[in-house]
């Protein structure tokens, strides 16, 4: 049986008629974090989007495929109830459903299973607390009125109480003050050792790297991986930045 959960294979992706990515191909291992850097416009969240199912990009060419089973026509549900997790850049407001129940809804829609609600509101405390989040917030409708912070935090606690196999993490700690990406650091932590599931990290920063262990990190330039290395590859990025990737070619 192959080690790869996630296998992308050769794909072009386009959003209203304009190509993004380019002949990529990307395998992550189980329990494996990668990390994919770029500058602006690369296609970062592209990939991010293509590989949860997003409608509004176009698969034209190649495959990809998650834990054995093309996964290239399904539905994001169906990608989502297979161990697939997003989370998102700009996390929405939702009125009307509270975060505590939205979380179980999700649970109960991923599982197929009802959940044991005692067990749940458990969990859900402890981890609360381990994001140094209030436990009001459990009750307050999903993101609504949160901080930029706070949203980041829901989608952590989220990705911890979810437990999925593959979690993508698109610029988390955008817009983070130090503290903040500290919690959310400590929470992909927590997922990495307590789930062995696999990370792809989209970032552009590096502050949420720096207590993680990174397998592989990869540079993203015009919708094709340009450079492929260990974690000392984003040290590099640091120092010198992306323009000595800019006119590079696969």
Do not use: C, W
């Not at 307050?140 to 829901?154: I, T, W, Y």
Request: charge should be negative.
């Amino acid at each position: 049986m192959s080690d790869k959960l996630v296998d992308i294979q050769d794909i072009s992706v386009s959003i209203d008629s304009k190509q993004v990515l380019n002949k990529l191909s990307l395998s992550i291992g189980k329990g494996e974090t990668h990390v994919l850097m770029g500058p602006n416009g690369a296609g970062k969240s592209t990939l991010g989007n293509t590989l949860m199912g997003n409608p509004i990009y176009t698969v034209e060419n190649g495959k990809i495929f998650f834990d054995g089973q093309d996964i290239t026509e399904l539905s994001t549900d169906k990608r989502a109830a297979m161990g697939m997790f997003l989370s998102f850049q700009n996390p929405l407001e939702v009125p009307g459903i509270s975060l505590e129940n939205f979380i179980r809804s999700s649970l109960q829609q991923i599982t197929g299973e009802k959940v044991k609600l005692f067990q749940f509101q458990k969990e859900l405390k402890a981890n609360m607390q381990f994001l140094d989040m209030a436990e009001t917030y459990s009750s307050r409708d999903l993101n609504v009125g949160f901080s930029g912070g706070e949203r980041k935090k829901s989608e952590i606690l989220q990705l911890l109480m979810l437990k999925p196999k593959f979690a993508i993490l698109d610029e988390t700690d955008s817009g983070l003050d130090v503290d903040a990406v500290r919690t959310v650091s400590k929470g992909i932590l927590e997922y990495q050792k307590n789930q062995n599931g696999s990370l792809l990290i989209i970032t552009h920063s590096t502050k949420i790297l720096e207590s993680l262990n990174v397998d592989y990190t990869h540079v993203i330039v015009k919708g094709k991986i340009v450079k492929t290395g260990d974690g000392s590859l984003v040290k590099e990025i640091n120092d010198r930045g992306f323009e000595q990737f800019i006119n590079q070619e696969n």
